[in-house]
């Protein structure tokens, strides 16, 4: 069975400091797909980022970086430079190729304070 | 292009009562999902649907039916209304597998808060 573990429950930083996101799954299939998405005070849930298990490159957008290791089955996320529009819920989330199911981490409040 | 869309937005229900939460997807999507978001569990899957006319059970479909009749539209049931399905649901569409396989990315809507009383 595939798990995703968001160890982080809430997270609190100050304005401009740098904070990680942690990410731990388990699955035994070689082909996988993990996810991030951000739910804001809004509610809705936005797509953030999509890796396949076959591609360990790191990648960064903007502010954003995330930190794949298959290794250490992480798929852990960075916002550098935080900003108060940051303040959100970010799940994980893990599928395998072919399934019709995501399997969510249980999510990571993320406030930032000005 | 508005996406995936959710109706209603909120909804207040007495124990046994029945009602239907409606998603539409104007992307073409195949694929359309149900989730509940519960405190502290993430979201779960209830139903899902590969295509018009097809539906599936998902991680905790007890409770709830679904329907399929257009592409673009994923129907949630509820027949008899119970506290335990207090939550937040979610309706989700995607692309087919695709070539090689390959799984694609599941967009959501904005959620339903339905609260059973």
């Known amino acids: 069975a595939q798990k995703v573990t968001q160890a982080q429950t809430e997270i609190s930083v100050v304005e401009k400091e740098d904070v990680t996101l942690d990410c731990v799954y388990e699955?035994?299939?070689?082909?996988?797909?993990l996810f991030w998405y951000k739910q804001p005070p809004s509610g809705e849930l936005v797509f953030l980022i999509r890796r396949n298990s076959f591609d360990e490159q790191n990648e960064i957008s903007g502010r954003y970086s995330w930190n794949f290791q298959k290794s250490t089955s992480s798929f852990n996320f960075t916002i550098t430079a935080s900003q108060v529009v940051d303040s959100a819920v970010y799940f994980c989330a893990l599928t395998l190729r072919g399934a019709q199911k995501l399997v969510f981490g249980q999510g990571t409040r993320l406030t930032i304070n000005p | 292009n508005a996406g995936v869309t959710q109706t209603p937005k909120f909804r207040v229900l007495k124990t046994g009562q029945s009602m239907t939460l409606l998603c539409a997807q104007d992307?073409?999507?195949?694929?359309m999902y149900w989730y509940r978001q519960d405190p502290g569990m993430g979201l779960r899957l209830i139903h899902y649907?590969?295509?018009?006319?097809?539906?599936a059970k998902g991680e905790v479909p007890d409770g709830y039916n679904v329907s399929r009749l257009k592409k673009q539209n994923f129907l949630l049931g509820l027949e008899s209304a119970a506290p335990s399905q207090t939550s937040v649901y979610f309706c989700?569409?995607?692309?087919?597998?695709?070539?090689?396989?390959?799984?694609?990315?599941?967009?959501f809507g904005p959620g339903t808060r339905l609260t059973v009383l």
């Open positions: 699955t035994r299939d070689t082909t996988y797909y």
């Open positions: 992307m073409n999507h195949e694929y």
């Open positions: 989700a569409s995607s692309y087919s597998i695709g070539l090689a396989g390959s799984t694609d990315t599941q967009y």
């Open positions: 649907s590969v295509g018009e006319g097809t539906t």
